[in-house]
């Protein structure tokens, strides 16, 4: 168990709805990141939070947002769905070290929202 | 730009053979940061191991090891005496620091299928 939660563990919808897939980090966990995996692009980022901030965006449509509360929990929502969006979607977490000590730091996973738009 | 290729797409080997799974990186960074994930049938992606890269020390746990090589830029991955299951999808990934020690983004490779038969 990584200590990264993410509900719910699956998720059945129809094309043109709106989902919200949930993410707890590890607690003490600053960082958390979501990836989107699908048989034809594999694990790609999507996008980061650090501390309530974006931090960084990779391959994130514009029908998907994502925020990161107070609490440090994120959510991840994608509108306007389209067959295509139907994939494996995990959230990770890290801390940020502090004095330059980045190189301890490692990504665990949580175990997934799988997503099924018909 | 950062790029992780794992040329082996799946690998097929009988309990007790050795196998090792190859990753070749791209960066242009001079600190960047390696890793292993395995996923298994269950879907989770579970952490093998980090490898900072000014740290060229292999690294042995058990049954595993892995052989980093900066020259090549190669950071290979051997399962000693394989067992059913290790029967799972290897991931190798890449990632660099950000700002604030905060670790950046993984670029994942496509992953090696590892099936193991009795």
């Known amino acids: 168990d990584s200590g990264v939660t993410q509900t719910p563990k699956h998720l059945i919808t129809a094309t043109g709805q709106r989902v919200t897939l949930r993410c707890s980090p590890r607690s003490g966990d600053l960082s958390v990141y979501w990836y989107q995996q699908s048989l034809d692009q594999g694990l790609q980022f999507l996008i980061q939070?650090?501390?309530?901030?974006?931090?960084a965006k990779g391959n994130i449509l514009e029908r998907f947002s994502a925020q990161q509360f107070p609490d440090l929990h994120s959510e991840l929502n994608l509108s306007s769905l389209e067959l295509g969006d139907s994939a494996l979607y995990f959230c990770a977490s890290s801390v940020a070290k502090t004095g330059g000590a980045g190189y301890t730091d490692t990504q665990y996973f949580g175990p997934g929202t799988r997503l099924t738009v018909l | 730009a950062q790029k992780v290729t794992q040329a082996q797409t799946e690998i097929s080997v009988v309990e007790k053979e050795d196998v090792t799974l190859d990753c070749v990186y791209e960066t242009r960074d001079t600190t960047y940061y390696l890793f292993w994930y395995k996923q298994p049938p269950s879907g989770e992606l579970v952490f093998l191991i980090r490898?900072?890269?000014?740290?060229?020390q292999n690294e042995i746990s058990g049954r595993y090891s892995w052989n980093f090589q900066k020259s090549t830029s190669s950071f290979n991955f051997t399962i000693t005496a394989s067992q059913v299951v290790d029967s799972a999808v290897y991931f190798c990934?890449?990632?660099?620091?950000?700002?604030?020690?905060?670790?950046?983004?993984?670029?994942f490779g496509r992953g090696t299928q590892l099936t193991v038969w009795p």
């Open positions: 990934a890449l990632s660099e620091a950000q700002r604030g020690s905060t670790l950046g983004r993984l670029y």
């Open positions: 490898r900072n890269s000014f740290d060229e």
């Open positions: 939070y650090y501390n309530g901030e974006e931090r």
